[in-house]
C-alpha cells in the first residue's frame, strides 16, 4: 500500500524551476532516500508535502485520498517530521516543547503519550532545562522524541545528519533502523549522505535541478551502474571524480 503518493509535482519560485514534474510513492513500512545535491529540490519536496511551500501544480495522496486545503490538516496529524535546520523553541524547556507540540498534533491522552516518550528517550533528566542549552546529543534526542509523538505514519527527515559530530550521527542512524522495523512507519529521506542512504532506503530518488534522473530499489540502482557503493553511482551521475 501507498502511504504517499506524488505525481507531477511541480515548483517555479520567481519564474525558476525547481521542481519539474516528479513522481514517486513512498510504500508502508519502507524508506524512500531522496538524494541529490543542494539545489536539486529535496529540501522544497519536503516543504510542499508539509504544507509549508505551495506547488504550482502536481497532486498528492496520503493513504490513496487526494490532498487539498480542506483535508490537509487532517492528514498533517498523521505525519511529522525533523531536520537538525529547525530547531525547537530555545528559551522553553524541554517538557514546554513536548507538550505544545503533543497539543499541536492532537495527542489523545497527552500525559500517559508523554510518559511513554520521557521513558523511550530517557529524558527525564533533561524535561526542565531549556532547549537551547543542551549538547547536540540531547537536542537529537528530544528533536526525536518530537517528532515520533504523533506515533506518525509517514516521517520526514530532512537531512537528519547533517552538521552532526560521528557519534551523535550513528546514533540517529541506529534509531532509524531500530525504529522502523519495530513499527510500521513509512520515512521519506532526504540526505547528502550516500553511505547513510545505502545502509538504511530500502528505495532511492535521485534529484538533478529539480527532475529525477533515477529511482528504484537501492540494489536495482546498483546493479545498473555496476557498482557496489551508492557513492560511486552519485560520482558517475554528477561527472565528479
Known amino acids: 500500500m501507498n502511504k504517499l ?6 515548483k517555479i519560485f520567481n519564474g525558476k524551476l525547481a521542481l519539474n514534474k516528479i513522481n514517486f510513492s513512498l510504500e508502508e513500512n519502507t524508506i524512500l532516500g531522496v538524494l541529490g ?14 504544507g509549508l511551500i505551495k506547488q504550482t501544480s502536481g497532486d498528492i495522496y496520503i493513504n490513496d485520498t487526494y490532498i487539498s486545503k480542506r483535508n490537509r490538516l487532517k492528514f498533517l496529524n498523521i505525519m511529522n517530521f525533523a531536520s537538525p535546520y ?8 524541554v517538557m514546554e516543547n513536548l507538550s505544545i507540540y503533543a497539543r499541536l498534533y492532537n495527542v489523545k491522552n497527552i500525559k500517559d503519550r ?6 523511550y528517550f530517557e529524558l527525564y533528566d533533561l524535561l526542565g532545562k531549556k532547549t537551547g542549552e543542551l549538547s547536540s546529543g ?15 505514519q509517514i516521517l520526514l527527515l530532512d537531512e537528519p545528519t547533517a552538521s552532526l559530530d560521528p557519534l551523535v550521527a ?4 541506529n534509531f532509524i533502523y531500530k525504529y522502523k522495523k519495530t513499527n510500521n512507519i513509512s520515512i521519506l529521506l532526504s540526505s547528502h549522505n550516500m553511505q547513510e542512504a545505502q545502509r538504511l532506503c530500502d528505495k532511492i530518488m535521485i534529484l538533478k535541478k529539480g527532475e529525477v534522473i533515477e529511482q528504484g530499489k537501492v540494489n536495482f540502482i546498483l546493479d545498473k551502474y555496476k557498482k557496489k557503493k551508492l557513492e560511486d553511482v552519485y560520482f558517475k551521475i554528477f561527472g565528479e571524480k
Open 5 to 10: 503518493k506524488v505525481k507531477n509535482l511541480t
Open 37 to 50: 545535491p543542494n539545489g536539486s529540490g529535496k529540501s522544497t519536496t519536503i516543504g510542499i508535502l508539509l
Open 86 to 93: 529547525t530547531e525547537l523553541p530555545k528559551r522553553l524547556s
Open 114 to 119: 508523554l510518559e511513554e516518550i520521557y521513558d
Open 138 to 152: 540531547q537536542k537529537t534526542r528530544v528533536a526525536l522524541a518530537k517528532a515520533l509523538i504523533n506515533k506518525p
Open 170 to 173: 550513528e546514533y540517529l542512524k
